[in-house]
T-cell receptor, first 114, second 109 residues
Framework: GAGVSQSPRYKVAKRGQDVALRCDPISGHVSLFWYQQALGQGPEFLTYFQNEAQLDKSGLPSDRFFAERPEGSVSTLKIQRTQQEDSAVYLC????????????FGPGTRLTVL | DAKTTQPNSMESNEEEPVHLPCNHSTISGTDYIHWYRQLPSQGPEYVIHGLTSNVNNRMASLAIAEDRKSSTLILHRATLRDAAVYYCILSGANSKLTFGKGITLSVRP
């Protein structure tokens, strides 16, 4: 079946531009996570949704980062006024139920801010 | 979040077993031990997880110490496709995964 998909796969933005990154989770998966992965580092947690509710946004680095999942399915991570330090791979993961089950990751969106 | 410690890298030969160690001395009673791996230019992929007992699946085995302060991921026969960064992660009730730097596994043909 279809896995987690993310779009675009690559995004180049000029400093100061706003960007929107999309995540399509596996159908029926209740939980959705966003992670940020800098070059050479492990992924770092950004935020977590259960259905449409954002239950944890403790990892968002600043108020320029905003995530939503209005209908409990597709999620969008928005970064306003991008900075060079925002350059990273942004990973989305989904999970079927509120358990310790595995998270299924998408391929990521590589954001480069010039 | 409880922390894990892994070596930076390890090399193995193709078709030989590989043992990847992980220390987690501050693990709490409700923490699960997860292993994920990440191939180049891909998102992380779940490998295995466990709580107290050893676990086996089609990809690997997870051996957990009796005091739960360490664990070992065992790949029974390494292939070139197993070359990746392997992350040992403790995940509690808050569900998020806290990745470290992981261990880079290289497989020699």
């Amino acid at each position: 079946g279809a896995g987690v998909s993310q779009s675009p796969r690559y995004k180049v933005a000029k400093r100061g531009q706003d960007v929107a990154l999309r995540c399509d989770p596996i159908s029926g998966h209740v939980s959705l996570f966003w992670y940020q992965q800098a070059l050479g580092q492990g992924p770092e947690f950004l935020t977590y949704f259960q259905n449409e509710a954002q239950l944890d946004k403790s990892g968002l680095p600043s108020d320029r980062f905003f995530a939503e999942r209005p209908e409990g399915s597709v999620s969008t991570l928005k970064i306003q006024r991008t900075q060079q330090e925002d350059s990273a791979v942004y990973l989305c993961a989904s999970r079927p139920v509120w358990t310790y089950n595995e998270q299924f990751f998408g391929p990521g969106t590589r954001l480069t801010v010039l | 979040d409880a922390k894990t410690t892994q070596p930076n890298s390890m090399e193995s030969n193709e078709e030989e077993p590989v043992h990847l160690p992980c220390n987690h001395s501050t693990i709490s009673g409700t923490d699960y031990i997860h292993w994920y791996r990440q191939l180049p230019s891909q998102g992380p992929e779940y490998v295995i997880h466990g709580l107290t007992s050893n676990v086996n699946n089609r990809m690997a085995s997870l051996a957990i110490a009796e005091d739960r302060k360490s664990s070992t991921l065992i790949l029974h026969r390494a292939t070139l496709r197993d070359a990746a960064v392997y992350y040992c992660i403790l995940s509690g009730a808050n569900s998020k995964l806290t990745f470290g730097k992981g261990i880079t596994l290289s497989v020699r043909p």
